[in-house]
């Protein structure tokens, strides 16, 4: 894991498409791929799947986020560590999962700039 660590941060600065793809395949699958010609259009943009978020009472967020706004949530899952919970909410029916809120009942806001 350190060789692949160590390539991650290798291939960032050079922006080294190819290699950066190659070390995070390793990392995903742990098989390597003996050949990876990947272009920078080969990993083109596509938008984003999901954000996450802290809140600290997540029944609120919910109500917020689905009886004002009119989104939709999902299931709220127990954490494995079992004190969080968290859930997606999406604008809407659509396949994007939108914003992912975990519980995290200390959270406390940055100091405003």
Not at 9 to 36: I, W
Not at 66 to 81: P, S, T
Not at 92 to 106: S, Y
Request: proline share 6%.
């Amino acid at each position: 894991m350190d060789n692949i660590c160590n390539s991650l941060v290798d291939c960032l600065p050079q922006r080294n498409c190819s290699a950066l793809a190659e070390a995070l395949f390793t990392m995903f699958t742990g098989r390597r791929k003996k050949t990876m010609n990947l272009t920078k259009a080969d990993i083109a943009w596509q938008g984003i799947d999901h954000v996450a978020l802290a809140t600290p009472d997540l029944e609120t967020t919910i109500h917020f986020y689905c009886d004002v706004l009119g989104m939709q949530a999902g299931e709220i899952f127990q954490a494995r560590d079992g004190k969080t919970r968290h859930c997606f909410i999406k604008p809407g029916n659509t396949p994007a999962q939108g914003l992912h809120f975990w519980e995290v009942p200390d959270a406390q806001l940055p100091p405003s700039a």
